[in-house]
């Protein structure tokens, strides 16, 4: 364990793994805003479909 | 006498033509609904479903059954040209015409609400999907 390189291994071995573990920290938290973007998206397209669609419910009174 | 009969004839037909070419143009808006499909509805046995398609309220019956498939086969139809020229999918175009029907409804008449049971239209907002409009 006194050897210098040997040393060195074990902390460079160390240090990945702090960083390894703090980007899986960082990634976590990503989830749920990518499921929150999803949500927004859809609502984008039924906002812009809103009035073809009012149109087309008034077109076709005879199946609405 | 006669002079008297053909100007009021004319008039007539005239009066006959106008109110065809007429009709001829305000039928799609005007097109009612099947007048079984209006009993069922006006009666609460049929209803507006969340995801812009028709469905079966009480316990079903071939009639009920015939009503709401002829119904939704033709939305489906509508839905599917409509997606197609907005660029969205038809389940996308259904769910937004589910919103616009449901909240077209008239007092009295069936909807589900988002958590899947059927509700009756009052004169209060109906209870719809958050993201709709």
């Known amino acids: 364990m006194n050897d210098p390189k040997l040393t060195g291994r074990v902390a460079a071995a160390m240090l990945a ?6 980007c899986i920290t960082v990634n976590a938290p990503e989830e749920p805003i990518v499921i929150e973007l999803n949500v927004n998206i859809r609502q984008e397209v039924i906002y812009r479909l809103a009035e073809d669609a009012g149109n087309t419910i008034e077109d076709n009174a005879d199946i609405f | 006498m006669g002079e008297v009969m053909n100007k009021l004839t004319k008039s007539v037909l005239a009066a006959a033509a106008l109110a065809t070419a007429l ?6 808006a005007f097109a009612q609904r099947d007048p079984a499909y209006a009993s069922a509805r006006a009666a609460g046995q049929v209803g507006e479903r969340m995801d812009g398609y028709l469905g079966i309220v009480v316990a079903e019956t071939p009639a009920l ?4 498939n002829d119904i939704n086969i033709k939305r489906r139809a509508v839905y599917s040209e409509r997606a197609k020229a907005t660029n969205a999918t038809i389940e996308e175009y259904a769910l937004t015409a589910g919103c616009q029907a449901i909240l077209a409804t008239a007092v009295g008449e069936k909807y589900q609400a988002p958590d899947g049971s059927w509700q009756t239209r009052t004169s209060a907002a109906p209870l719809r999907d958050p993201r709709c409009p």
């Open chain 2, 65 to 68: 059954r015939r009503i709401v």
């Open chain 2, 23 to 28: 009709g001829g143009i305000a039928s799609p």
């Open chain 1, 17 to 22: 793994t702090v960083a390894l573990g703090g």
